[in-house]
């Protein structure tokens, strides 16, 4: 009994409005609160002293045996069943899912286990269909509202019958102390004025506030987000018996935050007068981080089956220039049978050469892509020549450069860089690439590098088309053709992979450009001391 408040540890087990049993080493059932007898339908007389199987659906009942063994040699609290589905069994045959945390103490009678277990029903068809969740847990809130009341009428009758307890009683209440103080859920007992006058153990682990901080000094507010939900709302709900489950963020001492599921309840005399409140809640940080992860699954595969869609959709037109080119020249080539017919058959040789090397640039901006979205890209970072590497590039170019078109490359500062060469390589290609591309023959295309001791800058200037202001505003998204570019080959996914390297090498890229007067790319990368 706690001797500032009156209020004994059999109250809180009595009335508290989740199922609690304790059972000995052997699984027998020792002890059972009256909401776990309501929950499953059975008396006292007719669960104390059954096995913990009698509430387990029956094909469980071999592999629960053996998980009591298991938890007797190794116990520990710990919530049950970790990524498991949990259910329970009625006494009249019906399964409802179920949440457990078990406590281990021990006692002159030997080892018993305490678990909590809490009716998940109503979360499990939330899952099953988040547009329902408001509507589940409010009628949640209704049915733990309903027991709520009737221990608030109990407290005052229970409070002054606690001392003339006899040994019997007493025996319960070293359980209830156990209980108390091996409880996975924050309990926390207020006076009508909202003062802290009793905080079990799991609520000074979670909220890393001790027992001293609080007492008769502090209200719950000092831990609750009041921008998501206020002690006196609280207060005015259970005041007026408004439900009020809620699943808010708690604020521990050190500032960092958690998910609980809450219950506030008034505690009422026999004359229906407000004596002081309830919190119970549920630290539920891995349900809501199983959710999001579950979320960020789905929207996952949700991108990879659009990307999916918009490559059979891409593939289905890109694919159809280079391939009527392979099969023409092809034909044509079969018709040149005679000697003096051998350029012909070089010209469409060469153009099958081309639509083959287009064909599989497309399935390597495809892949690149996959690689990019499954996070499958590894830096592998080497010191090499950069004036070198770009020149080499531009060598292996020239032979897409369009008539009297020419790559003009200077490079000033020092030569030698850390960074991927593999990964520069690519971007460079695909920018490079696109100046020839997208500018007219005879054009200028400039390559330019600077190394300083803190950046490399790369530039790519040309003398094309150019690019809209409203399109360069989407010009790195993921399939994006420029309203002046829909004429000409490509899938869209150049200029995003590019992005997506120059970010993978902590580096940025911007464009500068206009219509009909040229592009400039400019990269740059921040150099480790």
Same mark, same amino acid.
């Given at each position: 009994?706690?001797?500032?408040? %009156?209020?004994?540890?059999?109250?809180?087990?009595?009335?508290?409005?989740?199922?609690?049993?304790?059972?000995?080493?052997?699984?027998?059932?020792?002890? =059972?609160?009256?909401?776990?007898?309501?929950?499953?339908?059975?008396?006292?007389?007719?669960?104390?002293?059954?096995?913990?199987?009698?509430?387990?659906?029956?094909?469980?009942?071999?592999?629960?045996?053996?998980?009591?063994?298991?938890?007797?040699?190794?116990?520990?609290?710990?919530?049950?069943?970790?990524?498991?589905?949990?259910?329970?069994?009625?006494? +009249?045959?019906? @399964?409802?899912?179920?949440?457990?945390?078990?406590?281990?103490?021990?006692?002159?009678?030997?080892?018993?286990?305490?678990?909590?277990?809490?009716?998940?029903?109503?979360? !499990? &068809?939330?899952?099953? =269909?988040?547009?329902?969740?408001? @509507?589940?847990?409010?009628?949640?809130?209704?049915?733990?509202?309903?027991?709520?009341?009737?221990?608030?009428?109990?407290?005052?009758?229970?409070?002054?019958?606690?001392?003339?307890?006899?040994?019997?009683?007493?025996?319960?209440?070293?359980?209830?102390?156990?209980?108390? +103080?091996?409880?996975?859920?924050?309990?926390?007992?207020? *006076?009508?004025?909202?003062?802290?006058?009793?905080? +079990?153990?799991?609520? /000074?682990?979670?909220?890393?506030?001790?027992?001293?901080?609080?007492?008769?000094? &502090?209200?719950?507010?000092?831990?609750? +987000? @009041?921008?998501?939900?206020?002690?006196?709302?609280?207060?005015?709900?259970?005041?007026?018996?408004?439900?009020?489950?809620?699943?808010?963020?708690?604020?521990? !001492? *050190?500032?960092?935050?958690?998910?609980?599921?809450?219950?506030?309840?008034?505690?009422?005399?026999?004359?229906?007068?407000?004596?002081?409140?309830?919190?119970?809640?549920? *630290?539920?940080?891995?349900?809501?981080?199983?959710?999001?992860?579950?979320?960020?699954?789905?929207?996952?595969?949700?991108?990879?089956?659009?990307?999916?869609?918009?490559?059979?959709?891409?593939?289905?037109? /890109?694919?159809?220039?280079?391939?009527?080119?392979?099969?023409?020249?092809?034909?044509?080539?079969?018709?040149?049978? /005679?000697?003096?017919?051998?350029?012909?058959?070089?010209? #469409?040789?060469?153009?099958?050469?081309?639509?083959?090397?287009?064909?599989?640039?497309?399935?390597?901006?495809?892949?690149?892509? %996959?690689?990019?979205? @499954?996070?499958?890209?590894?830096?592998?970072?080497?010191?090499?020549?950069?004036?070198?590497?770009?020149?080499?590039?531009?060598?292996?170019?020239?032979?897409?450069? !369009?008539?009297?078109?020419?790559? #003009?490359?200077?490079?000033? %500062?020092?030569?030698?860089?850390?960074?991927? $060469?593999?990964?520069?390589?690519?971007?460079?290609?695909?920018?490079?690439?696109?100046?020839?591309?997208?500018?007219?023959? %005879?054009?200028?295309? /400039?390559?330019?590098?600077?190394?300083? $001791?803190? #950046?490399?800058?790369?530039?790519?200037? *040309?003398?094309?088309?150019?690019?809209?202001?409203?399109?360069?505003?989407?010009?790195? &998204?993921?399939?994006?053709?420029?309203?002046?570019?829909?004429?000409?080959?490509?899938?869209?996914?150049?200029?995003?992979?590019?992005?997506?390297?120059?970010?993978?090498?902590?580096?940025?890229?911007?464009?500068?450009?206009?219509?009909?007067?040229?592009?400039?790319?400019?990269?740059?990368?921040?150099?480790?001391?």
């Amino acid at each position: 009994m706690n001797k500032d408040t %009156g209020i004994g540890f059999d109250v809180l087990f009595t009335n508290a409005s989740l199922g609690i049993m304790v059972a000995n080493e052997q699984g027998t059932i020792v002890l =059972a609160n009256p909401f776990l007898l309501k929950q499953f339908g059975y008396s006292e007389k007719e669960l104390l002293g059954q096995k913990i199987e009698k509430l387990i659906p029956e094909r469980y009942h071999k592999r629960h045996v053996t998980h009591v063994h298991h938890y007797n040699e190794h116990p520990k609290n710990r919530p049950m069943g970790l990524g498991l589905d949990l259910y329970a069994t009625r006494k +009249n045959g019906t @399964e409802f899912p179920v949440e457990v945390s078990l406590g281990s103490y021990p006692t002159e009678q030997g080892k018993h286990v305490i678990a909590f277990l809490n009716d998940i029903s109503k979360r !499990k &068809e939330a899952e099953q =269909a988040l547009q329902q969740l408001n @509507e589940a847990l409010e009628q949640k809130v209704e049915e733990r509202t309903v027991t709520l009341k009737s221990t608030v009428k109990q407290l005052a009758a229970l409070i002054a019958e606690t001392e003339a307890k006899d040994t019997e009683l007493n025996r319960i209440n070293i359980f209830l102390k156990n209980i108390w +103080n091996h409880a996975a859920a924050i309990i926390i007992v207020t *006076d009508n004025a909202g003062i802290i006058n009793m905080i +079990n153990p799991a609520a /000074e682990r979670l909220l890393l506030y001790s027992s001293n901080e609080l007492i008769t000094k &502090e209200t719950p507010t000092i831990f609750l +987000n @009041e921008a998501e939900i206020s002690f006196a709302s609280l207060v005015d709900k259970a005041g007026s018996r408004t439900s009020n489950e809620v699943e808010v963020y708690y604020k521990r !001492k *050190d500032d960092s935050q958690f998910p609980v599921s809450q219950t506030f309840t008034a505690m009422r005399n026999a004359q229906g007068v407000i004596e002081g409140y309830l919190m119970i809640a549920m *630290d539920i940080s891995k349900r809501k981080k199983a959710e999001t992860d579950l979320l960020v699954a789905l929207q996952k595969e949700k991108e990879l089956s659009e990307l999916k869609s918009r490559f059979v959709s891409i593939a289905s037109h /890109e694919f159809r220039t280079p391939l009527s080119t392979v099969l023409s020249s092809a034909y044509l080539i079969s018709k040149y049978a /005679e000697k003096e017919d051998q350029h012909r058959r070089d010209k #469409h040789i060469q153009r099958i050469v081309s639509a083959v090397n287009m064909l599989t640039d497309i399935l390597n901006d495809f892949l690149s892509v %996959g690689k990019i979205e @499954e996070g499958k890209i590894q830096l592998r970072k080497t010191v090499f020549d950069i004036k070198q590497h770009l020149q080499q590039i531009t060598n292996e170019l020239h032979g897409l450069l !369009k008539k009297d078109q020419q790559i #003009h490359y200077r490079h000033e %500062g020092v030569l030698e860089i850390e960074l991927d $060469p593999s990964l520069v390589k690519h971007i460079l290609l695909n920018l490079l690439s696109n100046a020839i591309k997208f500018s007219p023959e %005879g054009s200028v295309i /400039e390559l330019r590098s600077v190394r300083t $001791p803190e #950046h490399l800058k790369i530039s790519v200037a *040309d003398q094309g088309i150019g690019i809209s202001q409203d399109d360069q505003l989407h010009l790195f &998204e993921r399939f994006f053709r420029a309203a002046n570019a829909t004429n000409i080959q490509g899938t869209g996914l150049g200029l995003h992979i590019v992005s997506k390297y120059v970010e993978l090498l902590n580096g940025t890229i911007t464009c500068n450009s206009r219509l009909d007067t040229g592009t400039t790319f400019e990269l740059n990368f921040r150099m480790d001391p």
